[in-house]
């Protein structure tokens, strides 16, 4: 995966830079997500880290991916929870990053399609020893996420 920072686009290498981040700024939450979006021919997954520092703002790190259109929605979802944790994993055992959440784009009320992947995704999420965030609670690397990926 390649990121770049929101700022300017400039690319980095995600595991050094947060770490560096979290020194010079002590107290930064971490929180990591992805959303997809659908187009013509391609599915767009961006996969984003949200540094929050303490009520005083956030800096955004993300990964821009191309993949063929996938049409199936359990798919395209879990996709999205699969990126979250590979990133979430890399960070945290790789470069002892602590995240303070995974934020999946998922809402458990029935009336939405993406409440057929929740319990499967928190699970996992869970199973990798983070923890989860869903709607209708604030997913702010979601919401970074979305408005990357359009």
């Known amino acids: 995966m390649i990121f ?12 050094e830079y947060v770490t560096e981040y979290l020194f010079n700024n002590p ?4 929180y990591v997500g992805c959303d997809s979006q659908n187009t ?3 599915t767009i997954y961006a996969t984003v880290v ?8 956030g800096h955004v790190l993300y990964c821009k991916e191309y993949s063929p259109k996938i ?10 929870v699969d990126r979250s944790i ?12 602590p995240i303070k959440y995974v934020d999946l784009d998922l809402n458990p009320d029935p009336k939405y399609r993406s409440s057929q992947v929740l319990r499967a995704a928190v699970g996992y999420v869970e199973s990798m020893g983070f923890t ?13 996420a979305d408005s990357i990926c359009k």
Do not use: C, M, Y
Request: no cysteine.
């Open 132 to 144: 989860p965030r869903v709607k209708p609670q604030e997913l702010w690397a979601i919401s970074a």
């Open 4 to 15: 770049k920072k929101l700022s300017n686009h400039e690319k980095i290498d995600v595991g």
């Open 71 to 80: 049409l199936n929605n359990f798919n395209k979802l879990w996709g999205e």
């Open 50 to 57: 949200v540094l929050h520092r303490n009520n005083k703002g």
């Open 40 to 42: 013509k021919n391609f």
């Open 27 to 30: 107290g930064t939450d971490i």
């Open 86 to 97: 590979i990133l979430a994993s890399r960070l945290n055992h790789d470069f002892g990053i």
